[in-house]
């Protein structure tokens, strides 16, 4: 008689449930924002008249400056990341951090920054608070971005394909025949997603004042409390998203570009020693444009009229503080479970996790500020009401935002990992928890590490949903920070915002040499 | 005539050649044997330009192709073949425009005739429509032979080709490689750590061992070699 092997229900369920928790949180409120639009009392027909030509020259403006930023990035990010990744760069490996440091800042530290920057050289100038100034400052912000896409593309062409070609052709042929096109779903990618961040973005026009879709948003619904068209506006943007994702999305949905240690195939490096000093001070050139220079313009600011205003913005910020680490620590920990289990289910699993990461990246790609509108109109509802007078909504918010970050560098990490090292435990009779725990964890460490850190950072900067659900009298840096930089003058906002970019990056020096420290990777 | 002469190269992290001297025939198959580490690719990848030589020069017919760190003539004016291991065909590219490409290149006005007449010779004109992924990996070997002959080199490089294939496939294939040298008239070097495969094809064996050469000359010679390192080499 023939015995049924059993499996426990916690063994294969766990993903499962982790996965349902997440659209039932993150993704139902979203389609229930979407749903609204066409039914109950914000009828889609009854608000439609209020879709104006000036509702849509306005998102055809949003459109226009995304465009442009898209296009500078996309170029830019791609210019930076052959140096990068295909040249033999002194100081290379450098470079390529500090270039992504624009990337985990909150975009209205750089905006504050860059406003800061061009007072001080130009006077009063409406330039930087003008279209051109927001897609200058956009593309300095999403350029990295470009960077880490198009660079892990081309650090994944095989040689072999490239020194083919090179036999039949001189480079600049190999480039825009062979490259090029083998790095498309890359250059495709950078410039959607960028795209979709460019009009989704909220915070840099709004602190410029340049009226665009996402500040309207925010007006009809925090100003003027017009609901029905926030939510109608809403669902434009984000149908707008989501048929460009998925354009791309199968690209986008496994995002090999976020992946921390992979060293891609065996690609090819060129020397050029006679343009060597050239591409170096183009780095160079833009590490100071996007990088040193925004931080020593807030550091000159803070400190123009002594050290008064360091001080109250010192005190203003110190209450947010333990809040703001507690918040983002326990967001981490949120998506970094979630982002564990759904990679690990998504590459050692069944194989079927194609619409959850599709699932995932369309709540990583919704605007901010309309995750947020979301979640307040499936919320505030009597039964929900722990959720959403509680830290719970900023946490929900969190999680939307930077899950897909999360999973895609940790399964990105998990797939490095030979199944073999796993079958031969199996084999040897280890239990899968063990297995997890003493063979994959180890493997992954620095993935997890990295993906701790980018998650705390982005959590801890996160203003764009955080702004639309906190809690009344909760205190919060970048909300803190936010919210007094309209009416203080120009030395506290920058001050303010000297003492956040300061802790961001003394927090990702800290958590940088204590990873050092407790990390040891398997050698093979 | 390709010669080597005194190279010396490193990679960053190893140092490969050596003062290592090499002079190999036009109009033989000549083959590179040895194990994983030895230098023979490198020395392929010398003669096709794509490393240059810390130190010595390569060589060929009379032109110097480079010396001393430089590279005097770039890989794609030097008229070398070279197949890689991995065989490279370029994924974006039909198999009709893999092998059209280089001529395409170098503006040959006959290409689509060429390109038919190479197609015909391996039997492989129904693939022309067909990408890299869509063929059998003996249909990729075919490609990527046709893609390098259809330029006419002087010399043709091969980076151990049929490592990836099975032994019916591999012998098909090495018959198609002996038949090279009368057909195209072509000089063929062939890196192998495979010593029946050199056995098969070579009219000259060179065997390599830490950058060094341990022997060389024909394939009779080679087998009764008293050479301990290669007599040991040679039993497995």
Known sequence: ?524 | MIELENISFSYPDKKVLDGFSLSLNQGEISCLLGSSGCGKTTILRLIAGLEVPGKGRVVLNDIVLSEDGKNIVPPHKRNVGFIFQDLALWPHFTVYKNIAFGLEERKVPDTKERVRKMLDHFSIADLAGKYPHQLSGGQKQLVAISRSLVLEPDVLLMDEPLSNLDVTLNRKILQHIKDLKTSFNVTIIYVTHDHREAFAIANNVVVLNNGKIEDSGNVDHIKNSKNNYLKNFLEY
């Open chain 1, 1 to 524: 008689m023939t015995k049924k092997y059993r499996t426990s229900f916690l063994h294969f369920s766990l993903p499962a449930v982790v996965k349902w928790a997440f659209v039932f949180f993150v993704f139902v409120p979203l389609i229930y924002t979407f749903i609204l639009t066409f039914t109950g009392c914000e009828k889609f027909l009854s608000n439609f008249d209020q879709l104006d030509a000036v509702t849509f020259l306005l998102l055809l403006k949003s459109g226009s400056i995304a465009l442009a930023v898209a296009l500078l990035s996309t170029l830019t990010g791609t210019f930076l990341g052959f140096l990068l990744y295909k040249m033999h760069i002194k100081y290379g490996s450098f470079f390529k951090i500090v270039l992504l440091i624009p990337l985990f800042l909150s975009p209205y530290i750089l905006a504050v920054a860059w406003k800061d920057l061009f007072f001080m050289l130009l006077g009063e100038t409406q330039f930087i608070t003008s279209v051109s100034g927001l897609v200058l400052v956009l593309t300095t912000i999403y350029a990295p971005l470009a960077v880490l896409i198009t660079g892990n593309a081309l650090m994944n062409i095989d040689s072999q394909i490239e020194e083919s070609a090179l036999m039949i052709s001189r480079f600049g042929r190999v480039f825009t025949r062979i490259i090029l096109p083998l790095i498309k779903p890359a250059l495709l990618s950078s410039f959607v997603l960028i795209f979709i961040f460019s009009i989704s973005e909220f915070s840099v026009p709004a602190f410029f004042g340049v009226k665009v879709f996402t500040t309207e948003i925010f007006a009809q619904f925090s100003a003027f409390y017009n609901h029905a068209l926030a939510v109608l506006q809403s669902s434009l943007l984000i149908i707008i998203c989501i048929l460009l994702l998925l354009g791309e999305k199968n690209y986008l949905s496994e995002a090999p570009f976020f992946s921390i240690g992979s060293k891609g195939t065996k690609t090819r490096t060129y020397h050029n020693k006679k343009y060597e000093p050239l591409f170096l001070s183009a780095l160079i050139l833009w590490i100071t444009i996007s990088v040193v220079l925004p931080f020593l313009v807030l550091f000159v600011q803070a400190f123009n009229g002594g050290t008064s205003q360091i001080v109250k913005a010192f005190e203003l910020l110190k209450p947010t503080f333990a809040t703001s680490f507690w918040l983002s620590l326990t967001g981490t920990a949120i998506t970094l479970f979630i982002g564990l289990t759904a990679a690990y289910s998504s590459v050692r699993g069944t194989g079927k996790a194609n619409l959850f990461d599709l699932i995932l990246l369309i709540a990583f790609a919704t605007p901010s500020i309309i995750l947020g509108i979301s979640l307040i109109k499936f919320y505030n509802q009597p039964f929900f009401n722990f959720i959403y007078s509680s830290y719970a909504i900023i946490l929900i918010g969190y999680t939307g935002k930077y899950t897909f970050i999360s999973t895609k560098l940790i399964a990105n990490a998990i797939r490095q990992v030979p199944l073999s090292l796993d079958e031969a435990a199996q084999i040897a009779g280890i239990s899968k928890s063990s297995r997890i725990r003493k063979i994959l964890l180890p493997h992954i460490s620095p993935a997890l590490f990295g993906a701790f850190i980018i998650s705390f950072i982005f959590n801890l900067g996160e203003l764009g949903t955080t702004i639309m659900v906190y809690p009344p009298g909760t205190e919060i840096m970048p909300i803190k920070v936010y919210t007094i930089m309209a009416n203080a003058p120009q030395a506290l906002t920058s001050s303010m915002t000297l003492i956040v970019f300061s802790v961001t990056l003394i927090l990702i020096g800290g958590f940088y040499v204590t990873g050092k420290k407790l990390i040891k990777i398997p050698q093979e």
